[in-house]
């Protein structure tokens, strides 16, 4: 394989944005200088968290060995839908540094359709908060017996003391991407933000951080709540913060309403 | 934080599995006993390739170090949609590594609704190649001009080439997770498969293969061809295999179609 980058490149190394000069490098071609003042741009407002503000070398294409691997699939193991949230704050330049991260995902024809909206004001949250303790009852008067007890003794959110909250939208009416590839199946504009928000949550963990993703809300008077534009549509109610504890399973197994299944049993070939 | 978890259990360490015992290590809970037999039954399928089938010690929560952050970041930053790969096999186990990888993906009430199906029969694999083909024409007549060609040169799928070919659903019809948190969302279960899309992608590209999402098909016309059950959805059909070259940059920013945008732009107050 013939290699498609070079180590030499314009010397960012005492600019907080150092770790995208090798980006810059890396990709030079027929956009190579108008990229070069974007990325000034962009990277700028990213604020790498203290930690990754050092130049990360990401000229040549990176080889991942055993032990990365192994990392890996601890931080798969681990990562948990968190609940349970300590109430000291969360670095702010951490949590756009979770952002930037999970605008690094994939999206369809490349129309990178996820709006990150931190919802600070204490009424907002409320009004969240009541919307799911609505959406829940509403939830629990589907189940009967035992199975309606089990759910009420569920802890199904983090909203009461979870530091951030970080709602995810697809904005449907973006023309970024020109809709190439959504004609067939136009959802995967929001399985895109679906990607970035498991970006943001694998991320997250990595920084032990807890990430807790509330679906039990409605989505429309979320954005009303919000006051979001018509065409974005909810895709994640995010809860974030340092997690109280720390689980290798789910906590619907550890509580006993679902385990997890034999993945050979989903596996077909044809 | 109270450790949840302690280093003694099971000694499964002349198993395939020795990996897992530290799951059942570190959740021993009420279901102790049942998981211990439960994973036995589950983790034998998944026959990690030959280099993760020795324990890893998963039995403490890991904790993250700052090595392994920019390492991840790497991940998603090299991470692409490839559509350019050499024919040579990718080895059936690894395949199975990833699905399994993959299925420890989040998913809506622990529902796991991610179905996984290997498309091997060279017919089958001709009848997708040709409807993708007839979507990507319909698609091409959408343009006009200078985008239209531009289009039209794109290389928008791997099909020709890819040694392996993945088609992923969502189970519409499954039980499993009692329908917890898909009253007011129900598009969750379909994101829950995304997020094991996405699992695996990060996942292959570790071990350096290369993953491409082909959403320009008819995800009905692909269920005939596979012959699958009505509640299956189409989430993803992938390709998969050894990439010919490497890029930091999405193939669509490279080729002109669409360039990356400011994160910050997309990061509203509220």
Same mark, same amino acid.
């Given at each position: 394989m013939e290699p498609r980058c070079s180590e030499t490149g314009p010397p960012f190394e005492d600019d907080a944005v150092a770790g995208q000069a090798g980006m810059w490098v890396a990709t030079r071609g027929r956009f190579a200088d108008s990229r070069r003042k974007r990325l000034r741009r962009v990277a #700028?407002?990213?604020?790498?968290a203290v930690e990754m503000s050092e130049p990360t070398p990401i000229a040549r294409p990176p080889r991942f060995d055993h032990g990365f691997r192994r990392q890996l699939e601890l931080l798969f193991r681990w990562r948990r839908d968190v609940r349970r949230f300590r109430t000291d704050p969360v670095d702010t330049a951490l949590v756009d540094t979770l952002i930037g991260l999970a605008a690094l995902a994939p999206s369809v024809g490349n129309s990178q359709p996820w709006r990150f909206v931190k919802v600070d004001d204490p009424a907002r949250r409320d009004e969240v908060r009541r919307n799911f303790q609505a959406c829940n009852r509403d939830a629990l008067a589907d189940y009967a017996g035992e199975r309606a007890r089990l759910y009420a003794d569920?802890?199904?959110?983090?909203l009461d003391r979870a530091p951030v909250h970080l709602a995810v939208f697809a904005?449907?009416?973006?023309?970024i991407g020109g809709g190439l590839g959504r #004609?067939?199946?136009?959802e995967t504009l929001a399985y895109s933000v679906v990607g970035a928000v498991n970006t943001l949550w694998l991320a997250a963990r990595a920084f032990d951080i807890g990430v807790g993703w509330v679906s039990i809300v409605d989505p429309e008077r979320i954005r009303t709540i919000l006051d979001l534009p018509e065409g974005w549509a909810l895709v994640a109610y995010l809860c974030l913060g340092h997690p109280e504890e720390d689980h290798l399973d789910p906590e619907l197994e550890r509580y006993g309403w679902q385990r997890r299944i034999d993945v050979a049993d989903v596996i077909v070939h044809r």
């Open positions: #700028r407002p990213l604020q790498w569920l802890k199904l959110s983090g904005d449907q009416d973006t023309g #004609r067939t199946m136009p």
